[in-house]
């Protein structure tokens, strides 16, 4: 039986770190993170199950496939230890304004990586990737307002703030590069 697999998903290489495909072979660690109190705390408020965190490893796989672009998982080099993930999505959101055309980076970090420069790190190295994959287009991103150390990195990343909205009845605000 075939299968699409992570070899074809683009890997990315920086100082410290390995961003590739997610395989089920990461399930464990990856559900683990996102079942973390405080990966979730600016994101949905609320640790996920391990059928959440099945249904967003499939999530990430079919942007890949469909869209031909989605989410690295983030590994320590030398240690292939998880670190977290991040990379570009279309969720379709229903936010105003709309995201409608942009594609939306998204970054979650393991709390025994939080400080050490690792999401800085890896989310320039998915703008980089992405500035050559989509080319003069804008992307964006969504950031909860007390959450100041994605706030910081977004902006290291270029991001620049364009509206403070609600999603999902919960503050957010909206940046674009």
Not at 48 to 70: D, F, I, K, P
Not at 113 to 136: L, P, Q
């Amino acid at each position: 039986m075939a299968r699409f697999t992570a070899a074809l998903i683009p890997t990315i290489d920086s100082e410290r770190l390995h961003l590739r495909g997610h395989t089920p072979e990461d399930f464990e660690a990856f559900a683990a993170m996102w079942a973390d109190p405080a990966v979730v705390r600016y994101i949905s408020g609320k640790p996920s199950t391990r059928e959440e965190s099945w249904s967003r490893l499939l999530r990430y796989v079919g942007h890949w496939a469909l869209m031909g672009y989605g989410f690295w998982l983030i590994e320590e080099r030398g240690t292939g230890r998880l670190v977290g993930e991040t990379g570009y999505a279309d969720f379709k959101r229903d936010v105003e304004p709309s995201l409608a055309g942009m594609p939306e980076i998204g970054w979650a970090i393991a709390p025994w990586a939080h400080g050490k420069g690792y999401g800085s790190e890896a989310v320039r190295a998915a703008v980089k990737w992405g500035d050559g994959y989509f080319g003069a287009r804008s992307t964006a991103c969504m950031i909860d307002p007390q959450n100041t150390p994605s706030l910081r990195i977004a902006e290291k990343c270029g991001y620049k703030e364009f509206a403070r909205t609600t999603y999902k009845g919960a503050p957010t605000v909206l940046f674009k590069r």
